[in-house]
């Protein structure tokens, strides 16, 4: 129970949300997260840390009891960030995406997007069946857990509560007898659209803000901006990145991705990036592969295993 409670405060805060109103423990709260220990998840070690932070930051200036501050020097003006305006330098159009979610849909495929990136060892076969069961007019999968260990069963059936908790899933069922699972998966092009990488792209996402929050790195993103040509093509890409030193694309593949190369190739052209700051997140795929791919093609080929290690390299 602490556990969860210590995480959901973190995340709480980084969402900037208000806290439930617990009588006489707003103290204990903030002492808590101050001396939590985060889990192994790397992404979760982000949030906690970044939450610490946070309340030592506030604990600081409650200390100084509201004293004047000392007038500051006027700050020099900082050039803008803004991704829409470098995108309008290069002369090209840029319009923002938009996904049509509700604000529980958004909870829910993060939710599971995070899940999923986390812990992808061990969701690899059933994300497979899963996403080959996009293709089925059905919808069904099944899926044996026969020759998995006590904890990947219970990442796997976690994952399928998760996913019928939020809609994602129209049936489910895990059979202990059999350590065999039976689902069916919502019939809407929301849910396919996340099984088949939306989760990647978002997952992908959070791992960048997480980077760069733990860094206090100024930046602006977008996730699936569409590129405007002036002859009328149109290119959507995955993520967008603008930091005071680095313009980053970050393209996210769960399969195929050797078609896109070219064209990926072209756009980063356009956009005056150049390859290194091409960032291509294949998923599964060895690092002994992703390397060979940098050497040939000058990009940066990551998996979900080594993203954010290369993008540390790359924000320097």
Known sequence: MQ???????????????????????????????????????????????????????????????????????????????????????????????HNGLTEAEEKIFERVSS???????????????????????????????????QQDIGANTQLCTLLKEGGLLKSYTYSPKQRRIYGRLADDGKTRSLITGGWLERYARQVVQLTLRRRNIPHDLLLNPVLLYPNGDRFEVDLLLRTPQLFLLLECKTGGYEENLERHQRIAADLRIPAKQVLYLLLGVPETVLDELSRQWGFTFVNEKTLSERLERLLG
Request: charged share 25%; glycine share 8%.
């Open 3 to 97: 556990d969860e409670l210590e995480l959901y405060l973190a995340r709480t805060l980084l969402a900037h949300e208000a806290l439930p109103e617990i009588p006489g423990a707003s103290n204990a709260l903030q002492t808590l997260a101050l001396e939590i220990h985060p889990s192994a998840s790397l992404v979760e070690q982000t949030i906690l840390q970044t939450a610490r932070t946070i309340l030592e930051e506030v604990r600081l200036l409650r200390r100084g009891g509201g004293s004047p501050e000392k007038p500051r020097a006027p700050e020099a003006r900082r050039p803008s960030l803004r991704i829409s305006e470098y995108v309008q330098e290069v002369g090209l159009g840029l319009q923002p995406a």
């Open 115 to 149: 899940f999923l990136g986390e812990r992808y060892g061990s969701l690899e076969g059933l994300y497979q069946k899963l996403k080959a069961a996009t293709h089925k007019d059905n919808g069904e999968f099944q899926y044996s857990l026969a020759s998995l260990s």
